[in-house]
């Protein structure tokens, strides 16, 4: 579908729903090709609470880090 600026404005809800639709918009300004309105990918699933129980931590997790390491920090 191909709108110009004027009609976008006019009709962005109706645009919105021909998008989520799985329709592309092309939104023209004197009749070239300026936007390309499309949908978002859906977001990312919800974190599931426990789904992480099995992860093991080293004992020396927290220990400072090694002074060539720390080095690079700094530089």
């Known amino acids: 579908m191909l709108m ?3 009609q976008a404005k006019t009709h962005f809800s ?4 021909a998008v989520a639709a799985g329709e592309e918009v092309i939104i023209a300004k ?3 090709p300026v936007a390309k ?3 978002c990918e859906s ?3 919800k974190r599931i609470p426990g789904q992480d129980r099995n ?3 080293s004992d020396n997790f927290n220990d400072p880090l ?3 390491i720390l080095k690079g920090f700094y530089s």
């Open 30 to 32: 004197a009749g070239k």
């Open 4 to 6: 110009n600026v004027h």
């Open 66 to 68: 090694p002074p060539e």
């Open 14 to 17: 109706r645009l919105l729903l």
């Open 55 to 57: 992860i093991q931590i």
């Open 43 to 45: 977001p990312s699933p």
């Open 37 to 39: 309105l499309i949908a």
